[in-house]
């Protein structure tokens, strides 16, 4: 209406609300009774539900973010979800768990199954021993790992955590030195691969039993000791926190407090493994309170000289002579020569005579057998 108008009494504006009302009541019966009614009503359905579905999640989204909201932990949190950096980040992380208590995190960990794929092993891992200088730096590394993330585990449950070390310095992911994975981000003051590197747990100093006990651990594992229990593991937490990162990869096995995961997909076969040590271990300066110091030797110089010996005066070796008597055997006695006796002989054989006549007698011969009388 513009200034120069008159304004409409009230009379007229009833008449035309009544006939807009009246226009509205023969669209809403057209539409009713025509074919399209079926799917407008389909539409509007489908329209209620997802605008109620997405209230509710975003009602969830915006209690989320308040609760991250409430310390410095959940800012840190929230700025690494939006910035959506590589899963590896978020290993062990302390500021990647849910802001729940350690009793609602066991509930929580106990709802996540565990998966029904087969566990395969690792392949032995042995550290070439003739660099001392790296031998002993790895070693006090995945000692110091072992000590202060499974201190109070038993011999399986620390062997498992020396595992995931070995694991993950095979892995693409990871540097290629047992000191390198340990102490990944320990530059940070929060978000480090392992949380004892910047947490301040080294300033602890350790216990001579417990030491000795992670040491012995860690040179197993440095020496070809494969905790088959864990398979290719690179992920673990206790069981008292719940890590964002968990329901995204595979839930293996818990071993004491602490539940261990791999990758899924590929990353997380044996055929990622194949990664090898880079020889030469990195100098940490926070392992300097409480490593071995260890200096390489030269090699030693082994000087090889010729002296002539001194005999002294030769003494000629005489070898007595020894004649052993001859003893002369007399000479044999002269046989007498033997006579045979020739033998007579024969008598002549008695045969009929062809020149005598038919009528001739026939010779007697003499009897050979003796006949009793």
């Known amino acids: 209406m513009s200034a120069g108008e008159t304004p409409l009494p009230v009379s007229a504006l009833a008449l035309r609300w009544a006939a807009a ?33 997405g209230g509710a999640v975003l009602q969830t989204r915006l209690a989320e973010i308040a609760a991250a909201r409430n310390g410095a932990a959940g800012a840190v949190q929230t700025r690494s979800l939006i ?25 929580w960990n106990a709802g996540l199954p565990f998966s029904p794929l087969p566990i395969l092993a690792a392949r032995p891992f042995i550290m070439a021993p003739d660099q001392l200088v790296s031998y002993s730096r790895a070693l006090d590394c995945l000692t110091a790992a072992v000590y202060y993330e499974a201190a ?10 020396a595992q995931v070390v070995l694991n993950r310095m095979r892995h693409p992911a990871f540097p290629k030195t047992v000191c390198g994975v340990v102490f990944q981000g320990q530059e940070r ?45 690179t992920h673990y937490h206790t069981d008292w926190v719940a890590p964002y990162w968990a329901e995204r990869l595979v839930k293996m096995r818990q071993i004491g407090t602490h539940i261990f995961y791999r990758w899924t997909g590929g990353w997380g076969l044996p055929s990622a493994f194949t990664g090898g040590h880079a020889g030469e271990e990195p100098v940490i300066l926070k392992m300097a309170a409480i490593a071995t110091p260890v200096e390489e030797l030269p090699p030693p110089v082994i000087e090889i000289g010729i002296e002539p010996l001194d005999l002294g005066p030769v003494t ?43 009528s001739a007698a026939e010779p007697r011969r003499g009897r050979r057998i003796a006949a009793p009388r």
Do not use: Y
């Not at 509205?24 to 605008?51: C, E, K, N, T, Y």
């Not at 978020?90 to 509930?107: D, G, N, Q, Y």
């Not at 350790?206 to 440095?222: K, T």
């Open 316 to 358: 000629p070796i005489v070898i007595p002579t020894v004649v052993a008597p001859v003893t002369v055997a007399p000479a044999p006695e002269p046989v007498a020569p033997v006579t045979v006796a020739e033998a007579p002989p024969p008598p002549p054989a008695v045969m009929a005579n062809p020149l005598a006549p038919p």
């Open 21 to 53: 009302k009246r226009v509205l009541r023969q669209v809403a019966h057209r539409f009713a009774f025509s074919h399209w009614a079926p799917v407008g009503m389909s539409g509007l359905g489908i329209f209620a539900i997802l605008a109620g579905s």
């Open 152 to 161: 109070s585990e038993t011999g399986p449950g620390q062997a498992a955590v």
């Open 83 to 107: 910035q959506a950096p590589p899963a590896v980040d978020f290993t062990l992380a302390p500021e990647a768990v849910r802001p729940i208590s350690m009793e609602e995190a066991r509930i």
């Open 189 to 233: 003051t929060t978000g480090c691969q392992f949380s004892f590197t910047c947490d301040g747990a080294m300033a602890r100093i350790p216990s001579i039993e417990g030491w000795a006990r992670a040491r012995a651990v860690a040179s197993s594992a440095l020496n070809g000791f494969v905790a088959a229990d864990v398979g290719m593991a």
